[in-house]
């Protein structure tokens, strides 16, 4: 079976610039969650989705959105880049968004360097 | 909001036991706990998940004390291929995901 995968895999923006990644859930679950991975770090949550609805954010400005779609694919969005941007986003998916079902699943990340 | 913390790094030769400990306090009633293992530029790979007492699948073993305010992850007999950084992760219910800083785990001959 595919897991989750995600798109581009790398991807380099300048300042100011906007970026879309993609990613894709493993077949059947509903739930997709998104975190940012700066280099050395752990990773840091920045939203969740389930059923096409925004069920948990993390403390992320403005610049970062996200959407989840009817075939539960997702798009995060990020406006005005900072150099701080930089980092290893990665994308996870679950069954669902409660109890055991929320086991997560992550994609092998889009790496994006911002100049 | 829970706070997690780990050691930053442990080494261990091949064929032992290695026991990884992740200190999480204000853990909430919904929270999950689950472990992480990531090698360089990939993302995170599950390895159990549990909330409390212990659980036990192929790889590894979660143990969870009854005020679930740590959890130590045991890896049994542990190879080359088994040096990563790992990850335990808290939370649940949609709300805030919370990693450690993770634990780079260096395994040798």
């Known amino acids: 079976d595919a897991g989750v995968t995600q798109s581009p895999t790398h991807l380099i923006k300048t300042r100011g610039q906007h970026v879309t990644l993609r990613c894709s859930p493993i077949?059947?679950?509903?739930?997709v969650s998104w975190y940012q991975q700066v280099l050395g770090q752990g990773p840091q949550f920045i939203f969740q989705?389930?059923?096409?609805?925004?069920?948990g954010r993390g403390n992320f400005p403005d610049r970062f959105s996200a959407r989840q779609f009817p075939n539960y694919s997702s798009e995060l969005n990020v406006n005005a880049l900072l150099l701080g941007d930089s980092a290893l986003y990665l994308c996870a998916s679950s069954l669902k968004y409660q109890g055991i079902e929320e086991t997560q699943y992550f994609g092998p990340g889009t790496r994006l360097l911002v100049l | 909001l829970a706070k997690t913390t780990q050691p930053i790094s442990m080494d261990s030769y091949e064929g032992q036991e290695v026991n990884i400990t992740c200190s999480h306090n204000n853990i909430a009633t919904n929270d999950y706990i689950t472990w992480y293992q990531q090698f360089p530029s990939q993302g995170p790979r599950f390895i159990i998940q549990?909330?409390?007492t212990k659980v036990t699948n192929e790889v590894a073993s979660l143990f969870i004390p009854a005020d679930r305010k740590s959890s130590t992850l045991s890896l049994p007999r542990v190879s080359l291929s088994d040096t990563a950084v790992y990850y335990c992760l808290v939370g649940g219910y949609g709300q805030n995901f919370v990693f450690g800083p993770g634990t780079r785990l260096s395994v040798l001959p």
């Open positions: 077949s059947g679950h509903k739930s």
């Open positions: 549990g909330y409390k």
């Open positions: 989705y389930y059923e096409k609805e925004e069920r």
